[in-house]
């Protein structure tokens, strides 16, 4: 799949076949994927910490307040995206400037990990309702979680949906 086909066809999944464990060779693509994301001055200011198994059960638990996230308990796998220091110059600059890098970081990150997945036909969904402390304990981290990706192989019945999308000329303006 060409970067294109990837972004027409990655859609969050909700439907997991549960019964398919996925390779770890997948596992270790999309983690390297993450790993070479473009960060501010190259700090990679996060760690991935892969779930499986019951831990993966547990950390998919965590995600299910009030209601939702109902399907994360399909997935076999779930990447935990913590977040970790600044390297001094990053850090200078978002003083400097007031912006937040990390969090910018993060979601580069999980936009290259998702877009691997696809690649590697797997599904995911980026989950930013969880309980941040009880995520922290199950995978024994002492920094806050950011994000929590669910992945697998998509259930057959998970069809492509059509694109919601704003219309271009609400997106885009140009300067010469």
């Keep these: 799949m060409n970067f294109m086909e990837i972004a027409q066809n990655r859609q969050s999944c ?5 019964s398919r ?3 770890q060779e997948k596992i270790d693509a ?8 473009p960060s501010a001055c190259n700090g990679q200011p996060y760690h991935f ?8 059960q547990q950390v998919a638990l965590a995600t299910k307040g009030v209601g939702l996230n109902h399907f994360v308990n399909q997935a076999p796998v779930m990447i935990v995206i913590s977040e970790e220091d600044y390297v001094a110059s990053a850090a200078l600059g ?3 400037k007031g912006n937040d890098y990390r969090s910018i970081d993060i979601g580069i990150a999980a936009a290259y990990l998702t877009a691997e997945a696809a690649a590697q036909g797997l599904g995911t969904c980026i989950l930013g309702w969880f309980d941040d402390e009880k995520v922290q304990e199950i995978c024994h981290l002492n ?5 929590v990706i669910c992945m697998g192989y998509p259930s057959a019945d998970d069809k492509l949906r ?3 999308r704003k219309d271009l000329a ?4 140009e300067v010469e």
């Design 30 to 37: 999309v983690i390297q994927a993450g790993r070479l994301s």
């Design 170 to 173: 609400e997106l885009l303006s």
């Design 143 to 147: 920094k806050p979680v950011r994000l």
């Design 21 to 23: 464990a996925v390779e």
């Design 94 to 96: 978002a003083k400097l």
């Design 162 to 164: 059509q694109k919601k």
């Design 49 to 56: 910490t892969v779930c499986k198994g019951e831990a993966a």
């Design 14 to 18: 909700r439907k997991y076949d549960s």
